[in-house]
């Protein structure tokens, strides 16, 4: 009981850090893409403290609840967002023996919270008693019922390699190097991969699938109305899903905490020979999941920097009528490779 | 089915109810991020559907007419500034010449080069603000931030020249304020040789961009006879397939001024095929002549056309003689009469009119905006258009509401 009360406050602190640094991390990434400086103030030459002083200048904001808005519902959006956002990260490993919860189903636990999701920005947005946030709720729902299909079935490809919904044993199974990752386990599973990312992307809500918030029609969206924390914890929330979801693509098709290079095994680093191995193992498995991940997120903010945003009708047309042909080829083809190499 | 019918809440027969969507009066406007200043546009909608667009305006009126009925026609200059901000050379340039052509005068050659080389500048910095707030209407901000980095060396030129980056009242009645500083021409060639390097990137991100094309392709489709019905002028014209171009077809007192340069006129033909067109990405499968996008891809020629105006102009400007005119005194008396002249402004055909009666102040001074006109086929093209395509269209427009309401 203590022990998972410690791991949850460490978690906290740590998903905590992790999004401040990414919020950080994406304002320099969009500057240099934008060929400008970014945050170059608050914490010395790189700006490092930026997440932190914006956070302290939310704090003191006026807090705002629309005279139209149902105040109850307004209020607890955000927080759904939040728990839901944090819930993530019960399940998802960081090394092999560092998970709070190590449940069989991992994985479909983390798609169903994934669907959860999409309840705080219904309801925020029709709890704000705005057109344009209702509007962005509605186009939310649009939205999750296009990506969820196919999402789901690019998920369950290293389902099916490793015969297991257990994270830990998915990302297990790819141990020993970068050729017995999912992703290059076929060309079935790589394509999975790419349509994955791209429905990942479009259920956090980034560019070019920011639909609900989208800026230059909806004003913001479902968070056109929130000012202050309550903002802030939405913001927050979806640097931290940013940051879950794109561990969970490391997990399930970039090996997780296996390096590309087996080097333990190479130098004989065996954990029964020597017993500080073990710790080694584990940390450098949290740096190796912490570079994937933040690949992943890197790849993800350079979208949003780069393309357009989609229409609604075009949004729909391609998790329905691209990715979720080609996630069922990926599933199907995946299946049968495995059958194949039996 | 049954069970459900029982419950309290639902009316009785409540299946022979026709399912039905209320239709929305959604406000947008006038603080609304993308409809370029303070444009209010009610919008009918039905869901993301929307079935009528409204525009309002009146937000920026500054009673900019009645005041060029009190000061003199020299003094009406910085006003014509305020109008369109984005190209306030252009605007400088339209009311000095209706003046001039009023009073009968006219701007000796280096002069006439000089004007050409800043209002061409200015077309280009224009065109920049219009296709990258474009690309921000669509939600793409990257090109935004290219287009402004590149207007800013333009201002920081236009800096030098007059003290002003943004309201220049530089080209004036008689010629210009003053002549080009020392090394300045030479710091033109090389902001046009950075600025032709840059403009690729620009192409990349949107022109061939696949989204965008998506977005923008065969949406707010203006046949010409529609376009001529409105009244619609400058890019929004000719990207309806009009090859019109008053620097080519206006009047002579204007068109003088470019009977020596080399350029082609932005439009599409029947085809949607640009002239020179092997220079520039080409044309996309989808796009409809008169559609967002063929507006926005002429701008982006334009862009290049006035660089190779500007590169000419230069030329001409460095071996032109004698000087660059010299502005008329505030005292000078306007005949009776009354003379109207119509520019190329990068937003269309900018009308001024100036009526005299013997006396330093105009008794009547008119601007058409090309905006007001441009802005009129709006509620035309979003019928039956979904949400997201309004910004679309109307950033497609390229409105400027100090223009519009003046």
Same mark, same amino acid.
């Given at each position: ?9 460490? @978690? ?5 850090? *992790? ?25 010395? +030459? ?9 956070? @302290? ?6 807090? @705002?609840?629309? +005279? ?21 990260? *019960? ?10 919860? +190590? ?24 709890? #704000? ?90 004003? #913001? ?5 929130? #000012? ?16 879950? *979801? ?57 979208? +949003? ?23 069922? *080829? ?13 | ?13 409540? &299946? ?69 901000? =984005? %190209? ?5 340039? !339209? ?66 020249? $007059?003290?002003?980056? =943004?309201?220049? %009242?530089?080209?004036?009645?008689? !010629? ?11 710091? $033109? ?30 949406? !707010? ?104 005119? &010299? ?13 109207? =002249? ?8 900018? !009308? ?26 709006? %509620? ?27």
């Amino acid at each position: 009981m203590f022990l998972i009360f410690l791991a949850s406050i460490i @978690i906290l602190l740590g998903v905590f850090t *992790v999004a401040a640094f990414l919020v950080w991390a994406e304002r320099k990434v969009a500057a240099r893409i934008q060929d400008r400086l970014g945050p170059t103030r608050v914490g010395g +030459r790189f700006g490092w403290l930026q997440s932190v002083a914006d956070g @302290i200048k939310i704090l003191t904001k006026e807090d @705002i609840i629309p +005279r139209d808005a149902d105040s109850a519902l307004f209020r607890i959006a955000p927080y759904l967002a939040l728990a839901v956002g944090f819930s993530w990260f *019960v399940v998802l490993p960081f090394s092999e023996h560092l998970v709070v919860a +190590r449940v069989e189903s991992a994985a479909v636990f983390l798609l169903a919270l994934a669907g959860l999701e999409i309840y705080a920005v219904l309801l925020g947005g029709y709890a #704000s008693g705005s057109k344009w946030s209702l509007i962005g709720a509605m186009r939310e729902a649009v939205q999750v019922v296009s990506y969820e299909v196919p999402l789901a079935l690019c998920a369950v490809i290293p389902v099916l390699l490793s015969g297991s919904m257990d994270l830990v044993t998915i990302a297990n199974a790819q141990s020993g190097g970068f050729w017995h990752w999912f992703v290059f386990n076929s060309p079935f599973a790589f394509l999975g991969f790419w349509v994955f990312m791209v429905c990942t992307t479009a259920g956090l809500n980034r560019a070019p699938f920011d639909l609900p918030e989208a800026e230059s029609e909806l004003v #913001s969206g479902y968070m056109t109305e929130y #000012s202050g924390f309550r903002w802030a914890v939405f913001m927050l929330t979806e640097y931290v899903i940013m940051f879950a *979801v794109s561990a969970l693509g490391a997990i399930l098709f970039l090996g997780g905490w296996h390096g590309p290079l087996p080097i333990t095994a190479w130098l004989g680093l065996d954990r029964l020979a020597y017993p500080w191995a073990f710790w080694i193992q584990n940390l450098a498995g949290i740096i190796n999941l912490l570079v994937k991940a933040m690949l992943c997120t890197l790849g993800i903010i350079w979208a +949003r920097w780069t393309l357009p945003r989609l229409r609604i009708d075009q949004v729909m047309t391609m998790c329905l009528k691209y990715c979720l042909p080609l996630a069922i *080829v990926a599933f199907f083809g995946s299946l049968l490779w495995k059958l194949g190499s039996m | 089915m049954s069970r459900l019918r029982r419950n309290h809440w639902l009316p009785e027969h409540w &299946e022979s109810y026709e399912i039905r969507t209320e239709e929305w009066l959604v406000n947008m406007g006038p603080q609304h991020p993308s409809t370029h200043g303070v444009l209010r546009l009610v919008l009918r909608t039905r869901g993301e559907l929307v079935l009528e667009v409204t525009p309002y305006i009146g937000y920026l009126h500054r009673c900019a007419e009645k005041i060029g009925e009190n000061v003199n026609a020299q003094q009406w200059i910085p006003y014509t500034d305020r109008m369109d901000y =984005l %190209s306030a050379m252009n605007m400088n340039l !339209g009311w000095a010449l209706t003046v001039e052509k009023l009073l009968g005068i006219e701007v000796p050659e280096r002069g006439k080069h000089l004007r050409v080389i800043l209002a061409e500048l200015n077309r280009i910095a224009s065109h920049l603000v219009a296709v990258g707030t474009y690309a921000l209407d669509l939600g793409n901000f990257t090109p935004f931030m290219y287009c402004f980095r590149e207007r800013e060396k333009i201002l920081n030129l236009f800096e030098w020249v $007059c003290g002003a980056r =943004l309201t220049y %009242s530089f080209i004036v009645i008689g !010629g210009v304020r003053a002549d080009l500083p020392k090394g300045w021409l030479q710091a $033109c060639e090389n902001f046009l040789t950075e600025f032709e390097r840059a403009l690729p990137e620009l192409h990349v991100l949107l022109t061939e961009n696949k989204i965008f094309i998506s977005r923008t392709a065969g949406v !707010g489709v203006l046949p010409p006879k529609l376009a001529i019905q409105y009244g619609c002028t400058g890019p929004v014209l000719r990207g309806s397939g009009i090859a019109w171009d008053l620097r080519r077809h206006g009047e002579p007192i204007y068109t003088r001024m470019y009977d020596e340069y080399d350029f082609q006129i932005a439009a599409p033909d029947i085809s949607g095929n640009y002239p020179r067109q092997d220079v520039f990405p080409p044309v996309p499968g989808e796009a409809v002549v008169g559609d967002c996008w063929h507006r926005f891809f002429v701008r982006m020629y334009e862009i290049s056309q006035s660089i190779f105006i500007v590169r000419q102009a230069l030329d001409k400007y460095s071996r032109a003689q004698g000087n660059v005119g &010299e502005p008329v005194k505030h005292s000078q008396k306007l005949p009776v009469g009354e003379a109207y =002249l119509e520019t190329e402004c990068p937003r269309g055909q900018m !009308g001024f009119l100036v009526v005299g009666n013997n006396s330093p102040i105009p008794w009547r001074a008119r601007a058409r905006s090309s905006s007001f006109c441009n802005l009129s086929v709006l %509620s035309e093209l979003c019928r039956g258009v979904l949400l997201a395509d309004v910004p679309a269209i109307v950033g497609s427009l390229d409105i400027v509401l100090g223009e519009v309401d003046r």
